[in-house]
């Protein structure tokens, strides 16, 4: 870490009082930079290319902040981007954005009681301006498909060997589904509370950039509407806190895309079954033995939370 | 029967979560502790779930399985190969209804809170 710090400090041209690491994301590790005159600023960068299977690459992730930023999309800043040698890794830093972005406090906190209001709204606003980024500049970034979406979740499913009915049911119900070919999109890809600054007033910023690829559009409503995301207020399908119907009245003020709220349902069934496969991931890091952690052991007895979220979407059509 | 002695491993896991439970509400703990010392308790209340009523479950559900499949032997891994191998209609009323009677089942064990929000 002091030659991180150092080099950070080199290439800032400033000295930094503190070097604080945050809950890093699914290949990142962060730091919040607090500099000697309190300024602060944020570094993510990836360690090795082990740990960035599933995540772009961090200069990736730079470049489509910047791009997203400039259609005035709430982003952070990119201050610079380095590729240095193994210790110091590949990443970029950033400006620090103030806000919450625990789902609990902004759900449950007096001080965001008129920002939760409007913030389904504004979500959906801003997910269509990522939306209408021109693709023609992100010619690096995969373009996935429902259907590879669907065969690569199920490789990695069976590739636990602990089955699960519920999953193969979700699997098949989600092959027989109609789906609209919408014209492809920029798809952030982990689009959910967590993942948004919020303030007293806004949603001030979109982070954590390390599964964005070329999709269908409701991929990124669809998550966002996943029940694990509600935090006990179920009944309130944006993040626990808002309707469908301003998201879609948010998305639409700004885009020419006609959202079927149908389409947002399977998207919804896929993204459900897609954090139950996540859940698996992370018990069997620990089952394995390449990760000894009561979080990640904790997270498989999850997996029947997404089941029962599957069968009430199958059974009774609840997306609620 | 039982050999053990009282508390019984239920009763000593009940012990153990009280126990954290208590702890985690003192001003002793720093917040990062706290946050993981609740998932100890939830994890040992899985435990002790799953101690006192997962063989009944167990037991239930290989009887209303094989009734399913029409089969002497039932197990969670025959069901899913049927499915994948589309040996099941997945439209049948009965199929849906003992995979969402089993889903219940599994979040009473794992997580209960999450049928009642």
Partial sequence: ?320 | MTVFDRPSASELLDAVIDFINAETKSEDYPANKIFKLQIVSNVLSIVKRELDLGKEINEDFSKLGADLIKEKDFSIGKLAEKIRNNEINISDKNFIDFLYKLTEKKVDIDNPKYKKI
């Fill in chain 1, 1 to 320: 870490m002091q030659n991180f710090q150092e080099f950070l400090e080199n290439s800032l041209q400033q000295n930094i009082k503190k070097l604080v690491p945050l809950t890093g994301g699914a290949s990142a590790d962060i730091n919040r930079i607090i500099l000697e005159d309190d300024k602060e600023l944020i570094v993510r960068r990836s360690l090795s290319r082990e740990q960035s299977v599933m995540a772009i690459p961090k200069k990736l992730e730079a470049k489509i902040q910047r791009i997203v930023r400039s259609l005035d999309a709430p982003v952070p800043e990119i201050i610079f981007e380095f590729s240095e040698d193994e210790e110091i890794g590949e990443g970029y830093v950033m400006e620090a954005i103030p806000g919450e972005t625990i789902p609990r406090k902004i759900l449950r906190d007096d001080k965001y009681a008129n920002v939760r209001g409007k913030l389904s709204f504004e979500i959906g606003r801003s997910l269509a301006t990522i939306h209408q980024t021109e693709l023609d500049d992100l010619g690096d970034l995969d373009k996935v498909s429902f259907e590879d979406s669907l065969k690569k979740l199920y490789l990695v499913y069976s590739s636990f060997e602990q089955p699960q009915p519920v999953f193969e049911l979700a699997f098949k119900w989600l092959e027989i589904q109609e789906l609209i070919n919408y014209e492809n999109v920029l798809v952030h890809g982990d689009f959910r509370f967590g993942n948004f600054i919020i303030s007293e007033s806004n949603l001030e910023s979109i982070i954590d950039w390390e599964l964005a690829h070329i999709g269908n559009p409701m991929e990124d409503l669809g998550w966002l509407c996943v029940r694990s995301w509600r935090f006990g207020n179920v009944h309130k399908r944006v993040g626990g806190l808002g309707d469908i119907k301003e998201l879609i009245e948010g998305y639409e003020s700004i885009s020419n895309i006609k959202i079927e709220k149908s389409q947002i349902d399977i998207w919804q069934l896929f993204g459900s079954l897609r954090w139950g496969v996540i859940c698996m991931m992370q018990a069997f890091a620990h089952l394995s033995g390449s990760i000894n952690s009561i979080e990640k052991a904790a997270i498989g007895r999850r997996v029947s939370e997404t089941e029962y979220d599957l069968m009430n979407m199958i059974k009774h059509k609840n997306f609620l």
